[in-house]
């Protein structure tokens, strides 16, 4: 990797739209914490929006769900051979999560790599 590649943003939504032609990006619900009343808990779907700037060339992306408390990782979504072709305009990456079950209230993140190396965290919580 020849650039080094600066994090925007990471955010935690309920859905991303895309719109058709402008490929614009509409996020619904943001949030940074999720109530359940029970546990374990399913959280039906969620979206996580990333933008990257300073950065061209074909990457692997990879977004882990990591449970802080129990020091473990819970999920791994992966864009793999992703071409970037114009540094100066933003990356934008959308990850869609469906069925994500919580063992527990407590503290969780997502993590962004790319091509294996840690780029940014979001911390989000999970209350009862």
Same mark, same amino acid.
């Given at each position: 990797?020849?650039?080094?590649? +600066?994090?925007?943003?990471?955010? *935690?939504?309920?859905?991303? *739209?895309?719109?058709?032609?402008?490929?614009?990006?509409?996020? +619904?619900?943001?949030f940074d914490r999720i109530k359940s009343v029970?546990?374990?808990?399913?959280?039906?779907?969620?979206?996580?929006?990333?933008?990257?700037?300073?950065?061209?060339?074909?990457?692997?992306?990879? *977004?882990?769900l990591f449970d802080l408390n129990e020091g473990?990782?819970?999920?791994?979504?992966?864009?793999?051979?992703?071409?970037?072709?114009?540094?100066?305009?933003?990356?934008?990456?959308?990850?869609?999560?469906?069925?994500?079950?919580?063992?527990?209230?407590?503290?969780?993140?997502?993590?962004?790599?790319?091509?294996?190396?840690?780029?940014?965290?979001?911390?989000?919580?999970? *209350?009862?």
């Amino acid at each position: 990797m020849h650039l080094k590649p +600066i994090l925007k943003a990471i955010l *935690l939504c309920d859905q991303t *739209l895309v719109e058709e032609g402008t490929h614009k990006r509409t996020l +619904i619900g943001i949030f940074d914490r999720i109530k359940s009343v029970k546990f374990p808990s399913s959280h039906p779907s969620m979206s996580i929006y990333v933008q990257f700037r300073e950065i061209e060339g074909t990457f692997d992306f990879s *977004l882990e769900l990591f449970d802080l408390n129990e020091g473990k990782s819970m999920h791994r979504a992966m864009i793999q051979g992703y071409t970037v072709k114009d540094r100066s305009r933003d990356c934008e990456l959308v990850f869609n999560i469906f069925s994500v079950k919580f063992e527990h209230a407590g503290e969780y993140e997502f993590r962004i790599f790319v091509n294996d190396t840690v780029f940014g965290q979001k911390s989000f919580k999970i *209350l009862n």
